[in-house]
Antibody
Framework: QLHLQESGPGLVKPSETLSLTCTVS??????????WGWLRQPPGRGLEWIAT???????YYNPSLKSRVSISVDTSKNQFSLKLTSVTATDTAIYYC?????????????WGQGTLVTVSS | EIVLTQSPGTLSLSPGERATLSCRAS???????LAWYQQRRGQAPRLLVY???NRATGIPDRFSGSVSGTDFSLTISRLEPEDFAVYYC????????FGGGTKVEI
């Protein structure tokens, strides 16, 4: 049974960098069958896709966030990570990591429980 | 970028009733590119339907999806208490986008 768990600071100051890690258990992040991604949801609002990566380092970004975001995969730790720079209060959200199958029209079929990140001084 | 518009924003129904949720795409998209998720309060989204009408593993058959042109629908044939939640449609081709959600409430 695949399990994804987000971790990282729950509070980040404005203008700083938000860093989160997703630890994958019950499956290998090196599998050629999956993409790994980050999404977020501001409190009381809808979902937004942030970024997706394949285990070999191929990455895909939401155009609206691309200038501030990076996603990376650490196969030795079975983890993938998100960095979002120059955060503001509008980046306050529940951040989810998730998996999707490796084909162009696959949905996210497995999600972490989410972690709330608040941007505030 | 495909914009997905969900309606209604809120649907007030009773257990046992039929729910029909709408998701309109801003332009023609492939039927393989549309998925639906359920999000219960305080939980992560759960995949319900992919490629417009295919139920995900373990999803009961009271959930069904369909499409007419650019109008996609999710139907819950008979609402169970656990079905009262927020539902999102999702365009799964890059750049990935989501609809604003429909809340199904008692």
């Amino acid at each position: 049974q695949l399990h994804l768990q987000e971790s990282g600071p729950g509070l980040v100051k404005p203008s700083e960098t938000l860093s989160l890690t997703c630890t994958v258990s019950g499956g290998s992040i090196k599998s050629s069958s999956y993409y790994w991604g980050w999404l977020r949801q501001p409190p009381g609002r809808g979902l937004e896709w942030i970024a997706t990566s394949y285990y070999n380092g191929n990455t895909y970004y939401n155009p609206s966030l691309k200038s501030r975001v990076s996603i990376s995969v650490d196969t030795s730790k079975n983890q993938f990570s998100l960095k979002l720079t120059s955060v503001t209060a509008t980046d306050t959200a529940i951040y989810y990591c998730a998996r999707r199958l490796y084909y162009d029209t696959s949905p996210f079929d497995s999600w972490g429980q989410g972690t709330l990140v608040t941007v505030s001084s | 970028e495909i914009v997905l518009t969900q309606s209604p924003g809120t649907l007030s129904l009773s257990p046992g009733e039929r729910a029909t949720l709408s998701c309109r795409a801003s332009q023609t998209i492939s039927s393989s590119s549309l998925a639906w998720y359920q999000q219960r309060r305080g939980q992560a989204p759960r995949l319900l339907v992919y490629a417009t009408s295919n139920r995900a593993t373990g999803i009961p058959d009271r959930f069904s999806g369909s499409v007419s042109g650019t109008d996609f629908s999710l139907t819950i044939s008979r609402l169970e208490p656990e079905d009262f939640a927020v539902y999102y449609c999702h365009h799964v081709t890059l750049p990935l986008t989501f609809g604003g959600g429909t809340k199904v409430e008692i």
